[in-house]
């Protein structure tokens, strides 16, 4: 009986999170992926455009195996995690990437450097049958007054990296080049799947799936279609995704057209978003003790809109910088806002496959605006295409409203459930 009878009661002491063994092996696996990625990401780009005299197709090509993975495997990947034990699948994952990192630096050392291409694909489809994965761990794992919080701590630790990764990447492969860069992300990989070994062991099913992948794939596209709470979410995914793919590339027109700084100045408006995202992490974690995810996801939607409109009309580098930095401060709560609603609103058994519904639909706005928007920055300007997304975002906030209530009745549920759950474990 279990985890949820011994990691409750912790909830309510000082540390309680850290108290449970799932959250310390997820952080520790976590904290070696990031290392993993940054330095592959880096050393990668690095590589590729020295190799080519920084031909802008070899470099977006990178993008290209990062992000084509996701709308090809999200919800693929999803699938297979509510079938498999998310425990194994996770472990298996890390070590597969590992696998296909060190073959690649065997293809490298032969004079083959087009492999590198071959890393980010690889992890990038890899990724879309972890991360469900540790979604449905942490619905498994985490009782619910932890969740908020839990899931603050893993988006801090992204927002620490997004600081201190570009410079990691860079310093391991202007230092050791390609190949020592390239061992140790398969280190970072192989040290994760060590860290995973220390959370608690994947429930024993009772009986193995009985219906087909296909099948199992229709169920949760009516799942999300059945719940009202799922499709405002969908809505609101897609809203947020035209918000920020409108304005994603043009940071660099920003700092040169509308400040009149030269373009290495953008490199400040990054920093600033990096430790406001950070600072962010560490308050949304405070407030999602207070806040039900819902508030936080329109919190976050609301300042996100503010921090637009306020860019559109500001000429002032310093006051471009504090706009920015609101933006970042508040974005933690949109990522933890929308995870955590997932997990709550999801019966366990649908969590990977809602997860690479909503996922790619997310990111699928983001590219779709990310490609128009040098052609509607020409057309239009950059002022409007700020406002745009500014505009975007509010009505993302009050398309997310109706959740506030929905929200309540489904935590009251969960918290009547809660000890026909507790005797299930």
């Known amino acids: 009986m279990s985890e949820t009878m011994q990691t409750a009661p ?13 959250i310390r092996a997820i952080i520790a696996s976590a904290l070696f992926l990031q290392i993993g990625i940054w330095v592959r990401n880096f050393a990668i780009l690095l590589f590729v455009t020295e ?73 990038a489809i890899l990724s879309q049958f972890h991360q469900p994965s540790g979604m449905k761990l942490f619905k498994q794992h985490v009782p619910e007054e932890q969740m908020g919080p839990g899931m603050a701590i893993y988006q801090t630790l992204a927002a620490v990296f997004l600081i201190l990764g570009p410079a990691l990447g860079t310093v391991v492969y202007t230092n050791f080049g390609i190949e020592i860069s390239i061992a140790i992300t398969a280190v970072m990989f192989v040290l994760s799947a060590f860290a995973l070994v220390f959370m608690p062991k994947d429930r024993e099913e009772t009986q193995a799936p009985t219906s087909t992948v296909w099948t199992e794939m229709k169920d949760g596209v009516r799942y ?42 953008l490199q400040y408006i990054m920093m600033v978003s990096g430790v406001a995202m950070l600072i962010g ?36 580098f310093w006051l471009t910088l504090v ?17 955590t609603m ?41 002022v409007p295409m700020y406002l745009a997304s500014g505009a975007l975002f509010l009505i993302g906030s009050f398309v997310l409203v109706p959740l506030v209530r929905m929200f309540k009745s489904v935590e009251t549920n969960n918290t009547t459930s809660a000890p026909t759950q507790t005797q299930l474990h």
């Open 281 to 316: 992490g560490v308050l949304t974690m405070q407030l999602s003790r207070k806040f039900s995810a819902p508030l936080l996801l329109i919190i976050g939607m609301a300042a996100s809109s503010v921090a637009m409109v306020g860019t559109a009309f500001s000429t002032l």
């Open 342 to 382: 997932i997990l709550k609103a999801t019966d366990e058994a649908f969590i990977g496959r809602v997860n690479g519904v909503l996922t790619p639909l997310f990111l699928g706005m983001v590219v779709v605006t990310m490609s128009l928007s040098g052609v509607l920055k020409d057309s239009i300007g950059l």
């Open 323 to 339: 706009l920015q930095f609101v933006s970042g401060l508040f974005f933690p709560c949109i990522q933890v806002g929308i995870q």
């Open 224 to 265: 999300v279609m059945d719940r009202a709470m799922l499709k405002i979410l969908g809505g609101g995914f897609l809203t947020a995704g035209l918000a920020v793919g409108l304005v994603q590339p043009l940071g660099i027109f920003l700092v040169m057209e509308q400040l009149g700084h030269p373009k290495e100045d």
């Open 51 to 123: 190799k080519t005299n920084n031909d802008p197709v070899a470099v977006s090509l990178i993008s290209v195996a990062e992000f084509v993975p996701i709308f090809l495997f999200s919800f693929i990947g999803g699938t297979f995690a509510d079938r498999w034990r998310p425990k194994r699948t996770m472990i298996w994952c890390d070590i597969l990437s590992a696998l296909s990192v060190l073959a690649v630096l065997f293809t490298l050392h032969f004079g083959s450097w087009e492999a590198v291409f071959f890393v980010t694909l690889i992890s």
């Open 10 to 22: 912790d909830a309510k002491k000082g540390g309680g999170l850290f108290r449970n063994p799932f």
